[in-house]
């Protein structure tokens, strides 16, 4: 009888293991080698195709007033800091800072400059609020006072009302998006700020973007090597516990050891930056590979007890496990190769490694396994033992009888639980925020919220003005425009106070009547004529004219600051704001548009959430295609994809009523869950069909042998999957940590699908489904020789 193709591949594994032990030495060298390639990301993910409009407004504003997200912001909110030592010191600090390259300038009370009016020479000028650091208490209350009373246009900037006094480092642009960014915080700034509280017993809080940013990648990178070991751990003592054999632990963690420095590799030959998403393969790939292990091991051992011989053993694991198992990863990898198709280079990237790594660990399985196993003694009898446990046997006979005669329970139970998941689903909203996952426990997260309460927010969101003429920023007409908006956003209360020339203008009007804050208002057509002759005269405002105008004086800014809401508050927002643009300014004369980091984040979160379900049912479709290939009935099909459907159902139904959004991180769950609950289907399947032609088509007899033999491995891998990605849950990130509990409930649920549900669809459709037209013959199964001993010989 001809061997198929799976013989051939075991015979070649066995015969050629020292060459193929060769090559996977020389290929993990190499991988290795690239692991010096990896670099962390330093720019928030951009969720959005680089051709999106939201992403064309935000590179065409950056290109006029650059970036925007370069604002490290330091506050105290303690009344010793008014104490004269104190006093001197803040402002030392901020000097301090301000000496080092990296930074362009810095903005503090001791750098305050007040405008004031040189009516002999009519113009402005500057002075600075104090000349030398304050010596009593006394000149420290009159600047109190001064900043508080008489500076209405440092309000929100520089202080708030409660007595919070901060101070902005504005980042020299260059380096926002770059490691010298990182470098900056944890050598120069986090340091220095620890050396002040050590100095003066106060408590400096530490915001902005840049730092945000930089705390966060910190701790992606502490959680990698967290992940690993703990994967490692968990899953090597689950295993254990399972085989009772320490040369099986060791042999499967070996080979996801190997298959962790290849995604590794992989990343750095890709020059792939790691992302949240990216730091989350290499444990991906322990949790993934340890159930190859499981059934690789679980055939050898079985077939070990039922005959003996070892090298017959070695060369049935491969050609009958291995077309399984290469089609379980094959349907996991779809799950996550789909994301390729995103448009999302995040998620793209993401896709990539992961497909490739999933594919990997399987040859890597499929190679080590056999090989070293070849090398050894057959296991001994008490290494086998863990196939005849009592309690295993119980389960696998629970569910022979609950699929035997209870069928009907079954059904109505799924019925009931479909019902009950669905009510759920019509609770579940969309959510999306630059900072919402952020880990909540860490000390940055915290000050983020401190912003929040006292200054309005960190997230900027940018409203840019084009007046399609030089110099139209500054006619009446467009300050009294810009003025209406202003008073709009300060009426929505998740948003800070906005900045803008208007600002300045107001500021200048203040001084063209001797600094009484009262006059702290734009100027009317007679006084704005007065009071542009003293701007013309001055070089008082350019500084700060061009943070809010550009050089022509066609473009302004108006800037404000957003705290941490969810998707959905924040299109009511926007949709408000648009509103009041389109009465305010015509369309003939302007063109306004809303931008910001935040805003295209926010964008790009609904943008994602509408690609990852065409993932999803892309990868619907393409294990579909793997059903079909494997079985010519569409009945079949149907058969396989309910059980796994169905999990999703539940997970999506939990969501609802525990309140969990639907966002980037949720999203992804169903197409990874999907992609490895099916693997389950297609073990139990692959079994199937060889029972079908055992049993000459008896459906019955094929389905209780093969949930007898598949039961047990289907159960070891789904509870090594479970405790496997609930790891993720330790995670301080909120996505990872939803994405591990996420994960691991519905992989629960697809076991119990699979070992229940499966069969028992199986044995009720058993007349339309059984027979040989619609089971497509079973090409790739190997039929050994069993008389000839000499077939299974290994040189």
Do not use: C
Request: aromatic share 12%.
């Amino acid at each position: 009888m001809l061997m198929n193709f799976w013989a051939h591949v075991s015979r070649f594994i066995l015969k050629q293991r020292f060459f193929i032990l060769f090559v996977l030495i020389v290929v993990t060298a190499l991988l290795a080698s690239q692991i010096k390639y990896l670099q962390f990301s330093h720019t928030e993910a951009n969720l959005l195709p680089n051709d999106h409009e939201e992403n064309i407004k935000y590179d065409n504003f950056r290109k006029i007033f650059g970036e925007e997200g370069n604002i490290i912001i330091l506050a105290v909110k303690d009344s010793t800091l008014f104490t004269v030592e104190n006093f001197n010191k803040w402002n030392d600090l901020a000097q301090k800072i301000n000496n080092y390259s990296e930074v362009d300038y810095t903005a503090s009370i001791g750098d305050i400059k007040k405008i004031k009016k040189d009516k002999k020479n009519q113009k402005f000028i500057v002075e600075p609020l104090f000349n030398k650091n304050p010596e009593s208490s006394k000149e420290i209350l009159k600047i109190k006072n001064n900043l508080f009373k008489d500076l209405p246009f440092y309000d929100n900037l520089l202080y708030n009302e409660d007595g919070t006094i901060q101070t902005a480092i504005y980042l020299n642009k260059e380096i926002v998006n770059s490691k010298i960014r990182e470098d900056f915080v944890f050598e120069i700034l986090n340091p220095t700020i620890e050396n002040f509280e050590k100095e003066t017993g106060l408590d400096v809080r530490v915001s902005g973007m840049p730092f945000v940013r930089t705390m966060n990648a910190k701790n992606i990178v502490d959680e990698i090597g967290l992940f690993v070991g703990l994967a490692l751990l968990v899953t090597s003592l689950i295993f254990f516990f399972f085989f009772r054999s320490y040369r099986a632990t060791f042999i499967t963690m070996l080979v996801v050891s190997i298959g962790v420095i290849w995604s590794v590799g992989f990343i750095g030959l890709f020059r792939y930056e790691i992302s949240v998403l990216m730091a989350l393969i290499p444990p991906l790939i322990i949790v993934i590979g340890v159930p190859n292990a499981v059934f690789l091991i679980n055939k050898y051992q079985s077939e070990v007890k039922k005959h003996g011989n070892q090298a017959k053993s070695l060369q049935r694991v491969i050609s009958k496990v291995g077309n399984a198992t290469l089609m379980t990863n094959l349907t996991t990898a779809s799950g996550f190769a789909t994301f390729i198709f995103t448009n999302s280079q995040l998620l793209k990237e993401f896709g990539i490694i992961a497909s490739i790594n999933i594919i990997a660990i399987f040859i890597l399985s499929l190679l080590i396994i056999p090989i070293i196993y070849s090398f050894m003694y057959k296991p001994k009898e008490k290494h086998l033992l863990h196939l005849e446990k009592k309690w295993i046997e119980k389960v696998v006979t629970w569910m022979e009888n609950t699929v035997r005669h209870h069928r009907i329970a079954v059904y109505i139970t799924t019925f009931l639980v479909v019902v009950i998941s669905l009510i759920g689903i019509s609770m579940i909203h969309v959510s999306g925020s630059l900072i919402e996952d952020m880990p909540k426990g860490k000390q940055f997260y915290k000050d983020i919220v401190f912003f929040e309460d006292e200054f309005g927010g960190i997230m900027p969101l940018e409203i840019l003005i084009d007046t399609k003429h030089r110099k139209g920023v500054m006619n009446l007409s467009t300050l009294k425009r810009m003025n209406k908006i202003n008073e709009e956003i300060e009426e929505i209360s998740e948003l800070s106070k906005p900045v803008s020339v208007l600002n300045l203008v107001k500021y200048s009007k203040q001084a063209f009547y001797n600094g009484n804050p009262k006059y702290y208002q734009l100027p009317t057509q007679q006084e704005k004529n007065f009071i542009l002759s003293y701007t013309k005269n001055s070089d008082a405002n350019s500084n700060m004219l061009s943070n809010f105008v550009d050089s022509t004086g066609q473009f302004a800014r108006i800037t404000t600051f957003m705290k941490d809401i969810g998707t959905e508050k924040m299109e009511q927002i926007e949709e408000r704001l648009e509103n009041k643009i389109k009465k305010v300014f015509p369309k003939e004369k302007y063109n306004v548009t809303i931008t910001g980091k935040a805003l295209v984040f926010l964008k790009g979160t609904n943008y994602l959430v509408k690609n990852l379900f065409i993932s999803l049912s892309l990868a619907i479709v393409l294990i579909s295609l793997f059903m079909a290939w494997m079985f010519r009935s569409y009945k079949m099909i149907i058969i396989s994809l309910i059980p796994n459907l169905l999990p999703l159902v539940i997970t999506a139904g939990l969501m609802g009523y525990l309140g969990v959004p639907i966002k980037p991180s949720t999203i992804l769950v169903f197409s990874i869950a999907f992609g490895i609950s099916v693997d389950d289907t297609i073990h139990f399947l692959a079994k199937y069909r060889q029972e079908l032609v055992a049993h000459k088509w008896n459906v019955r007899k094929s389905v209780y042998a093969a949930l007898h033999e598949t039961g047990v491995s289907m159960f070891y891998t789904s509870i090594v999957l479970f405790f496997g990605f609930l790891v993720f849950t330790i995670s301080s990130f909120g996505g990872t940590k939803a994405l591990g509990g996420l994960v691991s409930v519905t992989l629960l649920f697809a076991m119990v699908s699979n070992l229940l549900l499966l069969p028992s669809l199986l044995l009720s459709l058993e007349s339309s489904i059984a027979n040989k037209k619609t089971i497509k013959k079973p090409s790739l199964t190997i039929i050994p020789k069993e008389d000839d001993e000499n077939e299974y010989k290994i040189n």
